[in-house]
């Protein structure tokens, strides 16, 4: 039995907003691509590429 049922039902591509701020609880990965100033597609595509939530924001090429 897991002891973060509310996480786990939360959508996969929705990511804890408290990595970036604690003003709320969750905030959509395009929602992040964009105050990162990153396209959406890239950031999926590196955390389907087991990327960190932070590189895969913050890397910029």
Same mark, same amino acid.
Do not use: F, G
């Given at each position: 039995?897991?002891? &973060?049922? !509310?996480?786990?039902?939360?959508?996969?591509?929705? #990511?804890?907003?408290?990595? =970036?701020? &604690?003003? !709320?609880?969750?905030?959509?990965?395009?929602?992040? #691509?964009?105050?990162?100033? =990153?396209?959406?597609?890239?950031?999926?595509?590196?955390?389907?590429?087991?990327?960190?939530?932070?590189?895969?924001?913050?890397?910029?090429?």
């Amino acid at each position: 039995m897991s002891t &973060n049922s !509310a996480e786990e039902s939360q959508p996969k591509n929705n #990511a804890p907003l408290s990595i =970036i701020c &604690n003003d !709320a609880p969750y905030v959509t990965i395009s929602e992040l #691509a964009e105050i990162y100033d =990153i396209e959406t597609n890239i950031v999926q595509k590196r955390l389907k590429a087991h990327w960190s939530l932070e590189k895969a924001l913050t890397t910029h090429n």
